[in-house]
């Protein structure tokens, strides 16, 4: 970075906060470690999601024989 460009500067994605995005913030692109952390364990506790249409269940057993669904073996 030159001495006559400013330091860029976002949205922390978490708060909103405007933060700088350089290396000297070690959050980034979040503004503080909390913001980071919390971001981490909504991830850690699966409250990010992909959106994907409910699909039957008979088109997950396509191609699948008998065999497939005994259940009796052992499993390691």
Same mark, same amino acid.
């Given at each position: 970075? !030159?001495?006559?460009?400013? =330091? *860029?500067?976002?949205? &922390? =994605?978490? &708060? +909103?906060?405007? !933060?700088?995005?350089?290396?000297?913030?070690?959050?980034?692109?979040?503004?503080?470690? *909390? &913001?980071? !952390?919390? #971001?981490? +364990? /909504?991830? /850690?506790?699966? @409250?990010? *999601?992909? =959106?994907?249409?409910?699909? @039957? %269940?008979? %088109?997950?057993?396509? +191609?699948? $024989?008998? #065999?497939?669904? $005994? #259940? @009796?073996?052992? *499993?390691?």
């Amino acid at each position: 970075m !030159t001495e006559n460009s400013k =330091p *860029r500067e976002i949205k &922390c =994605p978490k &708060c +909103g906060k405007l !933060t700088v995005y350089s290396s000297e913030n070690a959050f980034r692109p979040f503004c503080s470690e *909390r &913001c980071k !952390t919390n #971001d981490l +364990g /909504a991830w /850690a506790d699966e @409250s990010y *999601r992909i =959106p994907v249409a409910p699909s @039957s %269940s008979d %088109s997950l057993s396509v +191609g699948l $024989d008998d #065999d497939d669904w $005994d #259940d @009796s073996e052992s *499993r390691h």
